[in-house]
């Protein structure tokens, strides 16, 4: 055996002893590190097909989640990628239970108090907003994470169905005085295409657009239109010289 062939076996032996980080727990350091679409869409992606550890509480009606709340009132529906995540006194003064994604999303989206769900919520914490919680309920984002060209748009007005669309919410928008400007793209996500507006809101964005939808009627056009929320899409349809259909 030659030298070579000894370090070889050495650095084989050295990177079987240690430990592999737990693959939730390491995109929510690097979404910490730098937060940007990427990344957030890398914990998405890894969080849908996880379980993780959930706080609960013993009530008159059984076991529920054990919510937290911030200093603004707030609440959040916590989640742990791993017990390492909980500290020693939170984890003793409850019990526990892993779940997976859709059983926390399911809560989510049917309770009237929690809007967020908390990863790891005492170090390297991230939010998911209910919005992408239902995104993540009708979407496969683990087809299109962590890869920097998957979301892509293209302004949406060469079909006579994205005019017609546009048109409806044109006319929508001009009965509202919350909606400041709006735009109407297309969203590329992977291989899949849909139509997706991006508003200024000052409100309730989340009702604002079940309204907008019930008002198109979703349900008879031939292309999805996504309720998400991206942090940097409006930068990005400036930058393809999309205009607003609608601004005041």
């Not at 937060?35 to 890894?46: E, G, K, R």
């Not at 003793?92 to 990863?119: G, K």
């Not at 590329?188 to 409100?203: L, P, Q, T």
Request: charged share 25%; hydrophobic share 40%; with cysteine.
């Amino acid at each position: 055996m030659g030298l070579f062939d000894m370090f070889k076996k050495k650095n084989k032996e050295e990177a079987a002893a240690v430990p592999q980080k737990n693959p939730l727990t390491f995109a929510a350091e690097v979404y910490n590190a730098d937060n940007n679409d990427t990344n957030f869409l890398t914990v998405l992606a890894i969080l849908k097909k996880t379980e993780t550890w959930v706080p609960l509480m013993e009530t008159e009606y059984g076991a529920m989640p054990y919510i937290l709340e911030s200093e603004d009132g707030t609440q959040f529906y916590p989640v742990f990628s791993e017990e390492s995540q909980i500290h020693t006194e939170y984890a003793e003064s409850l019990s526990w239970a892993t779940l997976p994604f859709e059983s926390s999303a399911r809560y989510i989206m049917e309770s009237t108090e929690v809007s967020n769900m908390l990863l790891n919520a005492f170090t390297k914490s991230v939010v998911i907003p209910e919005e992408s919680i239902r995104v993540m309920m009708n979407e496969n984002t683990s087809e299109y994470a962590a890869d920097g060209g998957s979301l892509e748009l293209f302004p949406a007005s060469d079909d006579a169905e994205a005019q017609n669309i546009q048109a409806k919410a044109a006319a929508f928008f001009k009965e509202r005085t919350d909606v400041k400007k709006a735009y109407f793209a297309k969203l590329k996500n992977g291989v899949e295409m849909s139509y997706i507006f991006v508003a200024d809101v000052d409100g309730d964005a989340q009702s604002m657009f079940k309204e907008l939808f019930d008002a198109i009627g979703q349900a008879d056009i031939s292309m999805p239109i996504d309720y998400t929320v991206y942090p940097t899409l409006k930068e990005q349809l400036e930058k393809i010289e999309c205009e607003p259909f609608f601004a005041v």
